[in-house]
């Protein structure tokens, strides 16, 4: 039978604003969490990561805030622009279940010039 | 910036046929990755390789699949028999460390294999 895609949420937002991409994952044992920028074509690119004994880390232009009591990852991208168009998934491993990344299901940020 | 490369970009096989999709990882990482996007859905795991042995795999990862480093720096993945379903973008990716030291896995470009 025919394969149903994912409806990907979207975030428009317009160049020079904050972005925020939220995650809920699934595994309460996840004790590392990664979030990766997919751009049209390529492979999912390392933005920023952060381990379980932490709540916030932050990059170069990026934030990563971890809420552990009810499971939810964001990523803050400060000043955005066109170049952060693409699609952003959160990825999760669960403590003792060897190496394997869960991926979310992701979330389409455009931004608007 | 080292980076992960696989070879072919996309290869096009017909239904029966064997498959070798192959990784050159990140030189100094130790673990290896298979993962797999079927179009407009998730990224999903086939199958972790550390000290020249699988470490761990997926449900997807049947006996039509198998991964070998047959030398220092390849990393291969095989299908002996596709199926219209193995049509999807396989990506490798490695890591330099594992266990209680996190670290992130690096993601090739992808191999995009259609099966016709």
């Known amino acids: 039978g025919e394969s149903v895609g994912l409806h990907l949420p979207t975030l428009s937002v317009q160049e020079g604003d904050n972005s925020i991409i939220n995650c809920a994952y699934s595994?309460?044992?996840?004790?590392?969490f990664i979030w990766y920028k997919q751009e049209s074509g390529k492979g999912p690119q390392f933005i920023i990561d952060?381990?379980?004994?932490?709540d916030k880390r932050q990059g170069q232009r990026v934030t990563v805030l971890l809420n552990k009591t009810v499971k939810h990852l964001s990523l803050q991208i400060a000043a955005t622009q066109p170049g952060d168009s693409a699609v952003y998934f959160c990825?999760?491993?669960?403590?003792?279940?060897?190496?394997?990344?869960?991926f979310g299901a992701g979330t389409i940020l455009r931004v608007k010039s | 910036e080292p980076e992960v490369t696989q070879t072919p970009s996309h290869q096009v096989t017909q239904m029966g046929q064997e498959v070798i999709l192959r990784c050159v990882p990140i030189?100094?990482?130790?673990?290896f990755y298979w993962y797999r996007q079927i179009l407009g859905q998730k990224v999903e795991f086939l199958v972790s390789?550390?000290?020249?042995?699988?470490?761990?795999k997926s449900e997807i990862f049947d006996d039509q699949f198998s991964v070998e480093r047959p030398d220092g720096s390849n990393f291969t993945l095989k299908i002996r028999s596709t199926k219209l379903e193995d049509s999807a973008m396989y990506f490798c990716?490695?890591?330099?460390?594992?266990?209680?030291?996190?670290?992130?896995?690096?993601f090739g470009d992808g191999t995009r294999l259609s099966i016709l």
């Open positions: 990716a490695s890591s330099p460390l594992t266990g209680a030291f996190n670290q992130p896995q690096h």
């Open positions: 595994n309460s044992a996840s004790d590392y």
């Open positions: 952060i381990r379980s004994n932490m």
């Open positions: 990825a999760e491993k669960v403590n003792g279940y060897g190496n394997k990344l869960v």
């Open positions: 030189s100094n990482h130790l673990y």
């Open positions: 390789f550390y000290n020249n042995e699988i470490s761990e």
